[in-house]
């Protein structure tokens, strides 16, 4: 199970890195920082709202998810800045 603490302390990682939360189902949801604003974590659930559109700066749906389907976090490589 993840703890809401672990979780948070993951949205709250400074410089953020994107990261996947995966279940115990198989599902994942990329959360990257444009998410943060929309996710929400309770003592036993996290909710994760769902733009239509990029360009939205508000959610059209959401998904609660339990903390006691988190079966990980997994961080999202970030494509590599080459120098000239």
Do not use: C, W
Request: charged share 25%; no cysteine.
């Amino acid at each position: 199970m993840m703890s809401p603490q672990d979780l948070e302390s993951e949205l709250h990682k400074k410089p953020f890195q994107p990261f996947r939360i995966v279940t115990t189902t198989g599902k994942a949801y990329e959360i990257t920082e444009r998410d943060l604003p929309m996710m929400m974590v309770g003592k036993r659930t996290v909710i994760i709202g769902f733009r239509v559109a990029e360009t939205d700066p508000n959610f059209d749906r959401y998904e609660v998810v339990s903390l006691v389907h988190i079966v990980r976090l997994e961080p999202i490589p970030q494509p590599q800045e080459q120098a000239s």
